[in-house]
Nanobody, 126 residues
Framework: QLQLVESGGGLVQPGGSLRLSCAAS????????VAWFRQAPGKEREGISC????????VYADSVKGRFAISIDRAEKMVYLQMNSLKPEDTAVYYC???????????????????WGQGTQVTVSS
């Protein structure tokens, strides 16, 4: 069974950067679309970035476009989210997710992902 574990969260000042990591165990992420979601207190879980299972497409929510970047290592065991120019509104628990799919597939809908990490807290504050 695929297991995902996030790390790299913490407290950062506005304008700062963080890199989140998501480690996969049990399987490699080959043929999995991989995504990052976040959930702030009192808000719904938001899909912020997804890399398709064929690695040909990456998508970002408008709220993070141009500031965040998703990547995966060559062994397809680690997924990263580089976050730059952080804002207080980026404060949330961040989750990685993965879903195996045929064809070329991606999604920013949490309902379409079955494998999730436990989350890592990111707080942007001065």
């Amino acid at each position: 069974q695929l297991q995902l574990v996030e790390s790299g969260g913490g407290l950062v000042q506005p304008g700062g950067s963080l890199r989140l990591s998501c480690a996969a165990s049990g399987f490699t992420l080959r043929d999995y679309a991989v995504a990052w979601f976040r959930q702030a207190p009192g808000k719904e879980r938001e899909g912020i970035s997804c890399m398709s299972n064929r690695r040909t497409t990456t998508v970002y929510a408008d709220s993070v476009k141009g500031r965040f970047a998703i990547s995966i290592d060559r062994a397809e065991k680690m997924v990263y989210l580089q976050m730059n120019s952080l804002k207080p509104e980026d404060t949330a628990v961040y989750y990685c997710a993965a879903e195996v799919a045929g064809g070329s597939w991606w999604s920013l809908s949490s309902d379409e992902f079955d494998s999730w990490g436990q989350g890592t807290q990111v707080t942007v504050s001065s």
